[in-house]
């Protein structure tokens, strides 16, 4: 009898840390994070001449045009422009020879380019001397091409309904991979190329950190053939994980009623990538792709209480008029988009908070409160980017975006809405509303208070009996 109650005593506490696996409290309304990152394009490379939104963009931007001063809408508009009558950006087609003449943006005017050079001394070249004056020289010429909303009309319509920032930098000044996980562990990593393997332990990953705290997590690929996937194999380890490792099938499915609360969705890293967005991969392509699993989450009964946040992993290259600022030793990356997807989210709102590819973890750690996984992260900001939400407010009907309603502009779902008007160029002032203060978490990890009154009242419960069966025999 004594080893069955012991028994017992073993297994509900087994249940009680099953119990404890699901997500905890929140610390705002959003319960579940989808993360997309894509690859390769800069801000102004897609937003550069994007007109809507407030407050204004930052750097170079005016209300008058709405646009990077420069930066003209089409190629044929650039070169009906007299060369130094109109304020637009020059570039030297080589920085020690001025007299080779300029170069301009311009507009590609197709769905993808050929791809710019890349690489991490190429990208550190492309800034020389803490200017913009090397990217022609470097990155090539097909770096200074930009989009616009003929090309990627969803994601400019995912920033007029929602909120684009426009002060994000990848984490790293360099390629795919090194930036890929710097965006799981909270610092630059110690490589430079894209062919690294079980060169960073997984228990330094936000991954990882999740698991300790029993926060649910999944990473889904597009085309996943099973294994671990690229960039994951650069960390030694992550083969334990592999039940996280997911198709993208799997996610719509779990999407009716299992999804877990932080959720890594890439077009990368599975047996194709051709919707990644890397040039020179159709744009549009890839946008419809990323369409379909917002409608997705828009679709199902996570609406409301999910963030999705799509971004890029770097810039690849493209031009971007803004020096990275330097945070640390080796600075951020390039300034790259960042779209922030929620039915709780500011309407039509530019973020010009100084973000990065550590803000998104800052805010998994904030909103799960876990404490901070890097100093980094602890520094990035996280209450700018809360500033992109608005939990005060019930959340917005979902928005279902179709080849035949996303042509860029579509109506606003209130014209008036956060105290400006959106329609140029009736802008008024907006008036900030206050953010919370982040606060880590002091939790010990893969613990709960539920298992001490548990195991307390099961430990009274043997001894009581114990004695009932001595008094019995006596």
Same mark, same amino acid.
């Given at each position: 009898?004594?080893?069955? @109650?012991?028994?017992?005593?073993?297994?509900?506490?087994?249940?009680?840390?099953?119990?404890?696996?699901? =997500?905890?409290?929140?610390?705002?309304?959003?319960?579940?994070?989808?993360?997309?990152?894509?690859?390769?394009? &800069?801000?102004?490379?897609?937003?550069?001449?994007?007109?809507? %939104?407030?407050?204004?963009?930052?750097?170079?931007?005016?209300?008058?045009?709405? !646009?990077?001063?420069?930066?003209?809408?089409?190629? &044929?508009?650039?070169?009906?422009?007299?060369?130094?009558?109109?304020?637009?950006? $020059?570039?030297? !087609?080589? =920085?020690?020879?001025? $007299?080779?003449?300029?170069?301009?943006?311009?507009?590609?005017?197709?769905? $993808?380019?050929?791809?710019?050079?890349?690489?991490?001394?190429?990208?550190?070249?492309?800034? +020389?001397?803490?200017?913009?004056?090397?990217?022609?020289?470097? $990155?090539?010429?097909?770096?200074?091409?930009?989009?616009?909303?003929?090309?990627?009309?969803?994601?400019?319509?995912?920033?007029?309904?929602?909120?684009?920032?426009?002060?994000?930098?990848?984490? #790293?000044? %360099? +390629?795919?991979?090194?930036?890929? #996980?710097?965006?799981?562990v909270g610092y630059p990593p110690a490589f430079y190329s894209d062919s690294v393997l079980g060169a960073v332990p997984f228990n330094q990953t936000l991954m990882y950190q999740l698991s300790e705290y029993n926060?649910?997590?999944?990473?889904? #690929?597009?085309?996943?053939?099973?294994?671990?996937?690229?960039? @994951?194999?650069?960390?030694? %380890?992550?083969?334990?994980?592999?039940?996280?490792?997911?198709?993208l099938t799997d996610f719509y499915a779990q999407l009716h009623g299992d999804l877990p609360a932080v959720s890594w969705v890439m077009f990368l890293g599975g047996n194709t990538s051709e919707y990644d967005m890397h040039p020179p991969y159709n744009v549009t392509a890839a946008a419809s792709k990323l369409v379909q699993v917002v409608d997705a989450v828009m679709n199902s009964g996570y609406a409301e209480s999910t963030a999705v946040f799509f971004t890029f992993d770097e810039g690849g290259g493209y031009y971007d008029q803004v020096v990275p600022p330097k945070i640390n030793p080796y600075g951020l990356g390039q300034r790259i988009p960042l779209l922030i997807i929620s039915l709780l989210a500011r309407e039509g709102w530019v973020d010009n908070n100084t973000l990065s590819g550590y803000s998104l973890i800052g805010f998994v750690d904030y909103n799960w409160h876990l404490p901070w996984l890097t100093p980094l992260v602890a520094d990035s900001d996280v209450p700018g980017l809360l500033s992109a939400f608005n939990f005060s407010s019930p959340p917005r009907p979902p928005l279902i975006l179709t080849p035949e309603n996303w042509t860029y502009p579509i109506p606003l779902q209130y014209p008036i809405h956060y105290g400006y008007t959106a329609t140029l160029p009736n802008y008024t002032p907006h008036q900030p509303t206050s953010t919370p203060t982040s606060t880590p978490n002091t939790q010990t990890p893969k613990t709960t208070l539920l298992l001490v009154p548990i195991t307390i009242g099961l430990t009274l419960a043997i001894i009581t009996m114990l004695k009932r069966r001595r008094v019995y025999r006596a």
């Open positions: 009898m004594l080893y069955r @109650l012991i028994l017992l005593v073993f297994l509900l506490s087994s249940f009680t840390l099953q119990l404890v696996a699901f =997500p905890s409290l929140t610390a705002t309304p959003i319960r579940h994070v989808v993360i997309i990152i894509d690859e390769n394009h &800069s801000f102004d490379n897609l937003f550069g001449v994007y007109p809507f %939104g407030w407050p204004p963009i930052v750097d170079n931007t005016t209300l008058s045009v709405m !646009r990077p001063q420069g930066l003209y809408a089409n190629y &044929s508009e650039l070169e009906s422009s007299a060369n130094g009558t109109l304020n637009w950006v $020059s570039v030297p !087609r080589n =920085p020690s020879n001025p $007299s080779d003449g300029y170069a301009h943006p311009y507009y590609a005017g197709a769905t $993808s380019t050929e791809d710019p050079s890349e690489g991490w001394g190429v990208y550190h070249d492309d800034y +020389l001397d803490n200017t913009t004056n090397g990217f022609y020289s470097n $990155s090539g010429p097909q770096s200074m091409a930009y989009f616009s909303y003929e090309q990627v009309a969803p994601l400019w319509d995912y920033a007029e309904e929602y909120v684009l920032a426009d002060n994000y930098y990848a984490p #790293v000044l %360099g +390629l795919t991979e090194p930036n890929r #996980v710097a965006y799981l926060v649910s997590w999944g990473y889904y #690929v597009y085309g996943y053939g099973g294994g671990v996937p690229w960039p @994951l194999t650069a960390f030694a %380890g992550s083969d334990a994980y592999a039940s996280h490792f997911h198709t």
